[in-house]
T-cell receptor, first 114, second 115 residues
Framework: EPEVTQTPSHQVTQMGQEVILRCVPI?????FYWYRQILGQKVEFLVS????????KSEIFDDQFSVERPDGSNFTLKIRSTKLEDSAMYFC????????????FGNGTRLTVT | AQSVSQHNHHVILSEAASLELGCNYS??????LFWYVQYPGQHLQLLLK??????LVKGIKGFEAEFIKSKFSFNLRKPSVQWSDTAEYFC?????????????FGTGTRLKVLA
């Protein structure tokens, strides 16, 4: 079964640095998402992306964050000037068509900001 | 705004015990409902989903869930748990209307099954 793949699995960065988290969604999927899960807390929606643009974003997704689909296969999340509170597990997900399609998640990238 | 509540944050059961995890959502319109499972160190995996029709849905690994519209609930059940069911379980809701495909997740229930 096709999978969503995320790299790296673990990223350690210093406060103030920029990080790029990478995802390769399932190839025939059209909707892409980033969620994050701070340790011990719930899975929080960050942003959804469709047709090469952001379709929805949460209040967490401020100017510090951006997403891109640079080459038709990768889907990246960039965090500029990371803060300690950005430490979390970041999950990429993709969905085939519409709201009745389930989300398929990647294994996540654990981001540690020191 | 949509929200999802999971009342049990931590559940500890012995093998062969029955399981019921509560999930309530707040949204007045048509919803699509999901349960995801996250095994230790792994990604979220779909356990089962409800879109329409029979409110009792069966998923993988012997899990089932019942949609009760009047109670805005979608509780997860399993008659006899196994040690391998130790995981975190998330209820999720999608509003099911065109124009928004945002899934809202509950806070999760961490299940530990004792061998």
């Amino acid at each position: 079964e096709p999978e969503v793949t995320q790299t790296p699995s673990h990223q350690v960065t210093q406060m103030g640095q920029e990080v790029i988290l990478r995802c390769v969604p399932i190839s025939n999927h059209l909707y892409f998402y980033w969620y994050r899960q701070i340790l011990g807390q719930k899975v929080e929606f960050l942003v959804s992306f469709y047709n090469n643009e952001i379709s929805e974003k949460s209040e967490i997704f401020d100017d510090q964050f951006s997403v891109e689909r640079p080459d038709g296969s990768n889907f990246t999340l960039k965090i500029r000037s990371t803060k300690l509170e950005d430490s979390a597990m970041y999950f990429c997900a993709s969905m085939r068509v519409n709201s009745i399609s389930p989300l398929h998640f990647g294994n996540g990238t654990r981001l540690t900001v020191t | 705004a949509q929200s999802v509540s999971q009342h049990n944050h931590h559940v500890i059961l012995s093998e062969a015990a029955s399981l019921e995890l509560g999930c309530n959502y707040s949204y007045g319109g048509t919803v699509n409902l999901f349960w995801y499972v996250q095994y230790p160190g792994q990604h979220l995996q779909l356990l089962l989903k409800y879109f329409s029709g029979d409110p009792l849905v069966k998923g993988i690994k012997g899990f089932e869930a019942e949609f009760i519209k009047s109670k805005f609930s979608f509780n997860l059940r399993k008659p006899s748990v196994q040690w391998s069911d130790t995981a975190e379980y998330f209820c999720a809701v999608n509003a099911g209307t065109s124009g928004t495909y945002k899934y809202i997740f509950g806070t999760g229930t961490r299940l530990k099954v004792l061998a």
